[in-house]
């Protein structure tokens, strides 16, 4: 059974930088297209960032310029550098592989 473990969530004020994990079991991040979602009080779940088995990778416009995905194939985790945070990024993110989910971290950031 694949399983997601996302970890580096936290409360941050805005402007600053986080950086979240997905480690992967079960699953190699490099064969499969990854992703990571979040989802804010009240709100769906939403998609923010892909990165392809060929690496390419695509952004929700509203954090694109901000944030940047990446992986690491020798750990098998993928990554969410999270730049200039704004008081709107606060959510639960959630890291995706097809119908897999992560339980989610939580990012907080105040203003």
């Known amino acids: 059974q694949v399983q997601l473990v996302e970890s580096g969530g936290g409360l941050v004020q805005a402007g600053e930088s986080l950086r979240l994990s997905c480690a992967a079991s079960?699953?190699?991040?490099?064969?499969?297209?990854m992703a990571w979602y979040r989802q804010a009080p009240g709100k769906q779940r939403e998609f923010v960032a892909q990165?392809?088995?060929?690496?390419?990778?695509n952004y929700a416009n509203s954090v694109k310029g901000r944030f940047t995905i990446s992986r690491d194939n020798a750990k098998n985790t993928v990554y969410l550098q999270m730049n200039s945070l704004k008081p709107e990024d606060t959510a639960v993110y959630y890291c995706?592989?097809?119908?897999?989910w992560g339980q989610g971290t939580p990012v907080t950031v105040s203003s």
């Open positions: 995706n592989y097809w119908t897999t």
């Open positions: 079960r699953l190699s991040v490099s064969s499969h297209v």
């Open positions: 990165i392809t088995t060929g690496g390419s990778t």
